[in-house]
């Protein structure tokens, strides 16, 4: 069964920052995982996507890495600003035979960003 | 486009009640899920369709019930609500392939 796993629960960070959240998988079976920002009370908002095939992807201060080897991946952004506190989750979809799966969660990484 | 779209937002509901809680999509995906968010649990699916007629069981199903006649609809229905089912319920839609995931604003409910 896949487990995904997201280092650390919490973060605290000044403005500036650049900073890295960790995301940890079990299985390197994946078809794609995605990145997603979570505003307290809010949904969820879609960062980056990366394909099984892919290594990494780059969306303005955020990149994304994926090591499916290791059964990792990391969200990295750069020049934290006050605006990028949330929760980060990190998503797995299985690749069930060439088919994409439903995505499993992490728990997630609540980011502070104190100006 | 509205992308995902579940009504309502917030919902009180009474011990032993029944509701459905909507969920459209306008993008023609085929995939669409229904997720729980708890408090120290994470996001867990409930329910989930491959596409019109097509249904199955998630990680979390019991005291829901879903069905899809439509692409564009997915409703998850409570049949007898219970304190336990107090939580954030998400929906998600994703066209087959490459696309990822897209989810709404979720709904709020509280069971008393």
């Known amino acids: 069964k896949q487990e995904v796993t997201q280092i650390p629960a919490a973060l605290s960070v000044p403005e500036g920052e650049n900073l890295v959240l960790n995301c940890s998988f079990t299985d390197s079976a994946i078809y794609n995982l995605q990145w997603f920002r979570q505003d307290p009370g809010k949904g969820l908002t879609s960062l980056l996507l990366i394909q099984s095939s892919q290594r990494e992807q780059t969306s303005g201060r955020l990149n994304a890495s994926l090591d499916k080897s290791s059964g990792r991946s990391t969200l990295y952004i750069a020049a934290s600003q006050p605006g990028d506190s949330a929760t980060y989750l990190c998503?797995?979809?299985?690749?069930?035979?060439?088919?994409?799966?439903?995505?499993?969660f992490g728990k997630g990484t609540k980011l502070s960003v104190k100006p | 486009n509205a992308g995902v779209t579940q009504t309502p937002k917030f919902q009180v509901l009474k011990t032993g009640q029944s509701m459905t809680l909507q969920c459209a999509q306008d993008?023609?995906?085929?995939?669409m899920s229904w997720y729980r968010q708890d408090p120290g649990m994470g996001l867990r699916l409930i329910h989930y369709s491959v596409g019109a007629g097509i249904t199955d069981q998630g990680e979390v199903p019991n005291g829901y019930n879903v069905s899809r006649s439509t692409t564009e609809d997915f409703p998850l229905r409570l049949l007898s609500a219970a304190p336990s089912q107090t939580s954030v319920y998400f929906c998600?839609?994703?066209?087959?392939?490459?696309?990822?995931?897209?989810f709404g604003s979720g709904t709020r409910l509280t069971v008393v």
């Open positions: 998503a797995i979809s299985m690749n069930y035979g060439g088919s994409q799966g439903n995505l499993i």
């Open positions: 993008m023609n995906h085929e995939y």
């Open positions: 998600a839609s994703s066209e087959q392939g490459y696309y990822g995931y897209t």
